[in-house]
């Protein structure tokens, strides 16, 4: 008695339907690109309040004293770094989550705009906040003269920490993972 079990024959209209809804799920990732022009959309409004920082530090910096200076120089860094963010939440999301994008061999194309993956974004993503809160920290340690409000300072130097425990978790998290 050698009877053997009948080899397994998918049901075509079964396999039809599972390829048809792969196709749906695999397609759904373009309802994410909306996403993406979305937040191009507010990188150019980065811009425009980057654009206006700008100008009324220009036209205050006669009267301004070292300090405000500092912290003119700040807010600018601070914007231009939530436009870094959001920059790279952009290409690489898009990149990880849509299409490729092909450079066409430009030769200002960045080297990492196409080699992040999501470990990275999110290792980036977090650099890039503790960098700006660090940022809102050293502004109010700045103003300290001005407005002293400890329990303000306290809430900003809190969540600092906050941000900097968690990048360090993320990073030996994702070390830990690519060991194994």
Partial sequence: ????????????KLKRVENAFE???FNSRWLMAPFYLGLVICLAVMLFKFITK???FILHASAATEADIILGALSLIDVSLIGNLILIVVFSGYENFVSRIDPGNHPDWPEWMTKVDFAGLKQKMLASIVAISAIQVLKAFMSIDTVFEP???AWLVGVHLVFVVSAVMLALSD???SDH
């Fill in 23 to 25: 196709g749906l799920l």
């Fill in 175 to 177: 070390r830990w993972g």
């Fill in 54 to 56: 700008l100008w009324e």
């Fill in 151 to 153: 329990q303000k300072l």
């Fill in 1 to 12: 008695m050698n009877e053997q079990p009948a080899p397994y024959r998918p049901n075509p």
